[in-house]
C-alpha cells in the first residue's frame, strides 16, 4: 500500500526490520460479558512491596505478587490474540480481583473491553496504578493506554520503545502489528507477522492475521489466505475463531456454500459464537437468500446492546438489497430511535450513518450529514476518541463526495478543509486517508483526473472510493491499472451499505 511520506516517517521501527522483520469484526463468546460499568476494586495506589520478580510469558516482568493474577492476564492476552474478547475481558477482570493494585490486569481488561463495550474506569485504574508497574510493564501499560485514547504520536513512541526492549516477544509483536493493521499500515504488519512466524512457525493468531491479510491488502491472493487460515484451523481445531475466519475470506472470494460450511462449524464449537451467528445472516444476504438471511439474524444471541442493535441493523439491510428500499428507510428509522431510546453511541453511528448514506436523494443526504457531524464535535460518552475521530471523519467524507457529485463544490471544500485540519490534529492514518479521498471526490469533478486517482487511491477499504477509481483509471486509459482496483475491490464482498452502494445500479444513480 502507498503511504505519504507523513505516514512513513512515523512509524521508525529500525531495530525490528533489520533482519527478517514481520476483521474482522470482534466476536462475542459463551463466557457472560463483564459490563463496563462493572465495579472496579477500588485500592489506594501505593508501593508494592518488593518481591520476587514475576515475569509475564517469560520474558516481560510484572509488579504482581499474585501468581494466579499472572496466569490469568496472560490468559486473557492469549484470549485477545484469539478474538475471544468476552472471555479476554472476563479473566483480566479476575485478574484484577485477585490483585486489585496490578496494573496490567486493569489494562488488558480495558484494551479488550474496548472492541466491544469501552470499560472506562479499567483505563481509568490502569493509568492509576501504572507508575507503581515495573519499568518493562509500564511500556506495555503504556502503548495500550495511548491506542485507547487516540494518542497515536505517544503510541507510536511507545509502540518503538517496546519492541526495541522485547524485539523478539512474539505476543507483543502481535499486539503492535495487529494495531498497525487496523491503522491500514499494512506493509509493516505483514513484515512483523511474518517475523512472529520466524520465532514460532505455529503461532496461531499471526496465521490467521496473514490470511486476511493475503486478501484484504495489497494484491489479493484468495488461495493464500485460505492456505494460511487452514493452517490456523489445524492449530486450533478446538476454536471457533478459524472457522469464523475461514467464513468470512470464502465469502469474500465468492464461496458463498464455504462461508455457510465454516460458520456452521465454529458454531458447532460454541452455540452462540456472535460473529459466525451474524456471519451466516450475512452470506445469506450476499446470496440472495434474504427470508434465510433474515431468520439467521432473528436467531443470534446478542449479550449486549451494541450488538443488539447491530444484528437488526443488518436485518433492516436486507430490505434495501431485496429492492424495498422504503422499508428500509422506515426500518432504520424506527432502529435509529430505539438505539437513542438506549444510549447506545455505536449503534447511533452506525444506523444514523447508513441511514444518511441510503437517503433518497442527495439534499437529505447532506441534511443528515450535517447533523451527526454537529453530534461528533464533542467527545461522546461510551465511544473511544479513536473510534470518535474515525466516525467524524467518515461524515466529513462522506459530505465531501456527494457535494462535489452534485455540483456543490463549496459544501465539498468545507468538509475537506475540516478534514485537514482534523488530520493533522489526530495524527490518525485513518484519518488522514478519508481526508484525501475527499480530496480526490473533489479534484473528479473539477476533471483533475490524474491527480483524483492519486488520491483516492490511497482509501483502499472503501468499496466506493474503489469503484471511482476504477472508472477514473479507465478515464486516463490506464486498463490495466482500472482492472487491479477491481479485482481489489472483488474481495470486499460484505453486506455494507457502501458495498450495496457501489453494486447497485439505482441507488448509485440517486447518489
Known amino acids: 500500500m502507498n503511504r505519504f511520506a507523513v505516514r512513513c516517517s512515523l512509524l521508525i521501527l529500525?531495530?525490528?526490520?533489520?533482519?527478517?522483520a514481520g476483521a474482522q469484526q470482534p466476536p462475542a463468546t459463551h463466557v457472560a460479558e463483564t459490563s463496563s460499568k462493572e465495579a472496579v476494586p477500588a485500592v489506594p495506589v501505593a508501593p508494592i512491596a518488593p518481591t520476587a520478580q514475576r515475569q509475564l510469558f517469560g520474558t516481560l516482568p510484572v509488579a504482581t505478587k499474585s501468581d494466579d493474577a499472572r496466569k490469568l492476564v496472560e490468559k486473557a492476552i492469549d484470549q485477545y490474540e484469539n478474538v475471544l474478547l468476552e472471555m479476554s475481558v472476563s479473566n483480566a477482570h479476575q485478574a484484577a480481583t485477585k490483585d486489585p493494585r496490578f496494573a496490567l490486569a486493569y489494562a488488558v481488561w480495558s484494551y479488550s473491553a474496548n472492541r466491544t463495550q469501552p470499560a472506562a474506569e479499567a483505563l481509568k485504574r490502569a493509568k492509576a496504578l501504572a507508575p507503581?508497574?515495573?519499568?518493562?510493564?509500564?511500556?506495555?501499560?503504556?502503548?495500550?493506554?495511548?491506542?485507547?485514547?487516540?494518542?497515536?504520536?505517544?503510541?507510536?513512541?511507545?509502540?518503538?520503545?517496546?519492541?526495541?526492549?522485547?524485539p523478539s516477544d512474539k505476543h507483543v509483536l502481535y499486539l503492535t502489528s495487529e494495531w498497525l493493521y487496523f491503522q491500514q499500515d499494512y506493509g509493516r504488519s505483514r513484515k512483523m507477522m511474518e517475523k512472529i512466524l520466524a520465532i514460532d512457525p505455529n503461532f496461531p493468531p499471526a496465521l490467521n492475521m496473514l490470511g486476511y491479510s493475503y486478501i484484504e491488502t495489497g494484491d489479493p491472493d484468495p488461495a493464500k489466505?485460505?492456505?494460511?487460515?487452514?493452517?490456523?484451523?489445524?492449530?486450533?481445531?478446538?476454536?471457533?475463531?478459524?472457522?469464523?475466519?475461514?467464513?468470512?475470506?470464502?465469502?469474500?472470494a465468492g464461496d458463498d456454500q464455504g462461508s455457510l460450511e465454516h460458520y456452521a462449524a465454529a458454531l458447532k464449537i460454541i452455540t452462540n459464537f456472535?460473529?459466525?451467528?451474524?456471519?451466516?445472516?450475512?452470506?445469506?444476504?450476499?446470496?440472495?437468500?434474504?427470508?434465510?438471511?433474515?431468520?439467521?439474524?432473528?436467531?443470534?444471541?446478542?449479550?449486549?446492546?451494541?450488538?443488539r442493535l447491530h444484528v437488526q441493523f443488518q436485518k433492516a439491510m436486507v430490505s434495501f438489497w431485496e429492492g424495498h428500499p422504503d422499508?428500509?428507510?422506515?426500518?432504520?428509522?424506527?432502529?435509529?430511535?430505539?438505539?437513542?431510546?438506549?444510549?447506545?453511541?455505536?449503534?447511533?453511528?452506525?444506523?444514523?450513518?447508513?441511514?444518511?448514506?441510503?437517503?433518497?436523494?442527495?439534499?437529505?443526504e447532506l441534511e443528515q450529514l450535517r447533523?451527526?457531524?454537529?453530534?461528533?464535535?464533542?467527545?461522546?460518552?461510551?465511544?473511544?476518541e479513536p473510534d470518535r475521530n474515525i466516525s467524524l471523519a467518515s461524515v466529513l467524507r462522506e459530505e465531501a463526495r456527494i457535494a462535489a457529485a452534485n455540483g456543490n463544490s463549496d459544501v465539498a471544500q468545507e468538509a475537506i478543509s475540516k478534514l485537514e485540519r482534523y488530520a493533522a490534529m489526530t495524527r490518525d492514518l485513518i484519518v488522514e486517508n478519508n481526508y484525501e479521498s475527499a480530496r480526490g471526490y473533489a479534484l473528479l469533478a473539477q476533471g483533475d483526473l490524474a491527480n483524483a486517482a492519486d488520491e483516492?487511491?490511497?482509501?483502499?477499504?472503501?468499496?466506493?472510493?474503489?469503484?471511482?477509481?476504477?472508472?477514473?483509471?479507465?478515464?486516463?486509459?490506464?486498463?490495466?491499472?482500472?482492472?487491479?482496483?477491481?479485482?481489489?475491490?472483488?474481495?470486499?464482498?460484505?453486506?455494507?451499505?457502501?458495498?450495496?452502494?457501489?453494486?447497485?445500479?439505482?441507488?448509485?444513480?440517486?447518489?
Not at 447533523?371 to 473511544?384: D, I, Y
Request: aromatic share 8%.
Open 14 to 20: 529500525p531495530s525490528l526490520f533489520a533482519a527478517h
Open 132 to 166: 507503581k508497574a515495573t519499568p518493562d510493564e509500564q511500556l506495555l501499560i503504556n502503548w495500550m493506554v495511548d491506542v485507547e485514547q487516540g494518542d497515536n504520536l505517544a503510541a507510536i513512541g511507545a509502540m518503538n520503545d517496546l519492541l526495541a526492549r522485547f
Open 225 to 252: 489466505a485460505v492456505d494460511f487460515l487452514k493452517r490456523y484451523a489445524t492449530l486450533e481445531p478446538n476454536q471457533p475463531n478459524p472457522h469464523d475466519s475461514l467464513g468470512e475470506v470464502l465469502r469474500f
Open 274 to 307: 456472535f460473529s459466525s451467528q451474524i456471519g451466516l445472516g450475512d452470506t445469506r444476504t450476499l446470496m440472495g437468500d434474504y427470508a434465510g438471511a433474515r431468520a439467521a439474524y432473528d436467531k443470534v444471541g446478542a449479550t449486549n446492546s451494541r450488538d
Open 327 to 364: 422499508q428500509g428507510r422506515k426500518s432504520l428509522d424506527s432502529l435509529l430511535e430505539q438505539a437513542r431510546r438506549q444510549k447506545e453511541p455505536y449503534a447511533q453511528f452506525e444506523v444514523a450513518f447508513g441511514r444518511a448514506q441510503l437517503s433518497a436523494d442527495p439534499a437529505s
Open 371 to 384: 447533523a451527526l457531524e454537529a453530534s461528533l464535535q464533542k467527545p461522546v460518552t461510551g465511544m473511544s
Open 456 to 511: 483516492l487511491a490511497t482509501d483502499p477499504h472503501s468499496p466506493l472510493a474503489l469503484h471511482q477509481l476504477a472508472l477514473t483509471q479507465e478515464k486516463l486509459g490506464n486498463a490495466t491499472a482500472a482492472e487491479n482496483v477491481r479485482t481489489r475491490l472483488k474481495y470486499q464482498r460484505a453486506p455494507t451499505v457502501e458495498w450495496y452502494l457501489t453494486t447497485h445500479a439505482t441507488t448509485e444513480a440517486a447518489h
